[in-house]
């Protein structure tokens, strides 16, 4: 009955969060009042366009920085919020900046920010037949930082055609950005880094004159047509780790590792390089995480005849695939098949190693977000959820453009959607799901949920379910089990003052008796019988 379209993929590694007290995700509560939260755009009238939040990143107290685009316009957002989801004061005194780009255009891909709350934008900006590597430094009050390349605006080329993919900052404050640039003299795409200094000037010293350029055919004896570097990590001892595609017959993934003077790395693979052929015409590396012992986690999306895959390859610190991840050290995300071939990214890890890939779910008549999480097996977590899968649905179009990991293990996601049942123009969309019981429990007390649902028995497997709510529940987790009590399905429907909502059987379900269990706030719960014929 459904499909899932990744539209934005986000990659989460989760290291150091307790799991003694096991309890469902379920939207929290205590941020925004409902759990989501709906970013109003600040732009000058008569400019109100679609909103999207594109990245997002938490700060080590908590606050949430966001950035975004106004479309139709050369508009861009930052957004900073208290763990609650109110507008952060101190940041530019309303919690948000926007501004217009001088450039063509630009596209930024990743957002950071660093120890003192300073934010970092990467991206590519485009002019009149040339593109170039982009950084944007925004200080921790809201104003772009005049001690940053002059106007806190920065654009670097090595060639005509260039393009900023990804970025870290090093422990000393020096930044490395990564992506690819067209060689001028044989037009071929090789991967390449810069090093910049804190105060953006470009810092000679490492690789040639500050560029460090991966050329792959010196390495391998033959050219492909492009060779694209996607994403970007710092390592121990600055260290950094590069990782995209390179096209010859078919497209694979190709990983560099460079040392901290910008040369490649001979202990790493071969020569400094890891080379996986995925047997496609279409790869997208979507995002890379590593993790403390320097193994990389690489989030592809590639096409193989009619179908498109999501897959995790892991690389060992050495450089080899980790033949005990997954298959043969390839973990491949089932329930996200028919991927939309041209996907967002983003990453993410959880404890033990645990890995959430984050994106959204679209039917092709709605879409929610939807999070999919790995054992550090590479296996479906199914104590997250039915092939450890858990949904979103508000009841409108949401589609999820990133994502973020709180310590305390609570889960953010971000993208766009629709403000209400009765506005079509898009906003910003921030969720925040946490898997701990809040204080909130307290108010409803151990009242029954009274929900009535029709028809019953159904032909299709869609319901209509009507609720009574006790006071102060806006969210349900949903749990679809069948007569011998396994879970075939885990989603949470947010109410938005709703008491009515729909229900279908997910894919597989086939003409029979299920349980469905109605949870509000983790306290309390009914069971409905559903009945399909």
Same mark, same amino acid.
């Given at each position: 009955m459904q499909k899932l379209y990744f539209l934005f993929i986000t990659l989460i590694l989760i290291f150091g969060l307790s799991t003694a007290k096991a309890q469902s995700y379920h939207l929290d509560s205590t941020f925004s009042g409902s759990g989501i939260d709906i970013v109003t755009p600040d732009v000058p009238a008569p400019i109100l366009y679609q909103h999207y939040i594109t990245q997002m990143s938490v700060m080590a107290d908590g606050r949430i920085v966001m950035s975004g685009i106004i479309t139709g316009s050369n508009w861009f957002e930052i957004i900073r919020l208290h763990s609650d989801g109110t507008p952060d004061s101190t940041f530019n005194n309303n919690g948000i900046i926007t501004f217009a780009t001088t450039t063509e255009a630009i596209t930024f891909t990743q957002l950071?920010?660093?120890?003192?709350?300073?934010?970092?934008?990467?991206?590519?900006?485009?002019?009149?037949?040339?593109?170039?590597?982009?950084?944007?430094?925004?200080?921790?009050?809201?104003?772009?930082?005049?001690?940053?390349?002059?106007?806190?605006?920065?654009?670097?080329?090595?060639?005509?055609?260039?393009?900023?993919?990804?970025?870290?900052?090093?422990?000393?404050?020096?930044?490395?950005?990564?992506?690819?640039?067209?060689?001028?003299?044989?037009?071929? /795409? &090789?991967? !390449?880094?810069? #090093?910049? $200094? @804190?105060?953006?000037? *470009? +810092?000679?010293?490492?690789? %040639? =004159?500050?560029?460090?350029?991966?050329?792959?055919?010196?390495?391998?004896?033959?050219?492909?047509?492009?060779?694209?570097?996607?994403?970007?990590?710092?390592?121990?001892?600055?260290?950094?780790?590069?990782?995209?595609?390179?096209?010859?017959?078919?497209?694979?993934?190709?990983?560099?590792?460079?040392?901290?003077?910008?040369?490649?790395?001979?202990?790493?693979?071969?020569?400094g390089l890891v080379q996986v052929s995925l047997d496609s015409n279409y790869l997208l590396?979507?995002?890379?995480?590593?993790?403390?012992?320097?193994?990389? /986690? &690489?989030? !592809?999306?590639? #096409?193989? $005849? @009619?179908?498109?895959? *999501? +897959?995790?390859?892991?690389? %060992? =610190?050495?450089?080899?695939?980790?033949?005990?991840?997954?298959?043969?050290?390839?973990?491949?995300?089932?329930?996200?098949?028919?991927?939309?071939?041209?996907?967002?990214?983003?990453?993410?890890?959880?404890?033990?190693?645990?890995?959430?890939?984050?994106?959204?779910?679209?039917?092709?008549?709605?879409?929610?977000?939807?999070?999919?999480?790995?054992?550090?097996?590479?296996?479906?977590?199914?104590?997250?959820?039915?092939?450890?899968?858990?949904?979103?649905?508000?009841?409108?179009?949401?589609?999820?453009?990133?994502?973020?990991?709180?310590?305390?293990?609570?889960?953010? $996601? @971000?993208?766009?959607?629709?403000?209400?049942?009765?506005?079509?123009?898009?906003?910003?969309?921030?969720?925040k799901l946490t898997n701990r019981v809040r204080t909130a429990v307290a108010e409803v007390g151990n009242k029954q949920i009274a929900i009535n649902v029709y028809p019953n028995p159904t032909t299709n497997g869609k319901y209509?379910?009507?609720?009574n709510m006790p006071v102060g529940v806006s969210n349900l987790h949903l749990s679809l089990s069948d007569m011998s009590g396994k879970v075939l399905s885990n989603s949470i429907v947010y109410l938005n003052g709703n008491s009515i909502f729909e229900y279908e059987l997910p894919d597989g379900c086939t003409p029979g008796t299920y349980l469905l269990t109605v949870t509000a706030l983790n306290s309390y719960s009914t069971t409905l019988m559903l009945t399909s014929l």
């Open positions: 950071k920010v660093d120890a003192s709350g300073n934010i970092f934008l990467c991206g590519t900006a485009f002019g009149s037949g040339n593109s170039n590597f982009c950084v944007y430094k925004i200080t921790s009050a809201g104003r772009f930082d005049s001690t940053f390349a002059g106007s806190g605006m920065l654009e670097i080329a090595l060639n005509t055609w260039n393009f900023g993919q990804s970025f870290d900052i090093q422990n000393d404050g020096k930044i490395v950005v990564g992506g690819y640039t067209e060689d001028n003299t044989t037009g071929i /795409y &090789e991967y !390449c880094l810069t #090093r910049l $200094l @804190a105060d953006g000037t *470009l +810092d000679t010293a490492y690789g %040639t =004159s500050g560029y460090a350029v991966c050329m792959y055919s010196q390495l391998f004896k033959y050219s492909p047509t492009a060779n694209m570097g996607y994403c970007v990590s710092r390592l121990a001892g600055n260290k950094m780790l590069l990782s995209g595609m390179y096209t010859n017959i078919n497209g694979s993934l190709f990983i560099v590792r460079y040392n901290s003077t910008g040369t490649p790395d001979s202990s790493y693979g071969v020569n590396v979507l995002r890379q995480v590593t993790d403390d012992s320097g193994n990389a /986690y &690489e989030l !592809c999306q590639y #096409r193989d $005849l @009619a179908e498109v895959h *999501l +897959d995790v390859i892991k690389i %060992t =610190s050495s450089g080899k695939i980790d033949s005990s991840y997954g298959i043969n050290g390839i973990a491949s995300i089932d329930s996200i098949q028919n991927v939309y071939p041209y996907a967002y990214w983003g990453e993410f890890l959880q404890s033990g190693g645990k890995l959430l890939v984050a994106g959204t779910e679209d039917t092709g008549i709605n879409a929610k977000y939807a999070v999919t999480r790995l054992t550090s097996a590479g296996v479906p977590d199914t104590t997250f959820g039915p092939n450890g899968i858990l949904t979103v649905y508000r009841g409108m179009n949401d589609h999820c453009n990133s994502g973020a990991l709180i310590p305390e293990g609570d889960i953010l $996601l @971000a993208g766009y959607g629709q403000q209400s049942l009765s506005n079509d123009t898009l906003y910003g969309i921030c969720i209509t379910l009507k609720c």
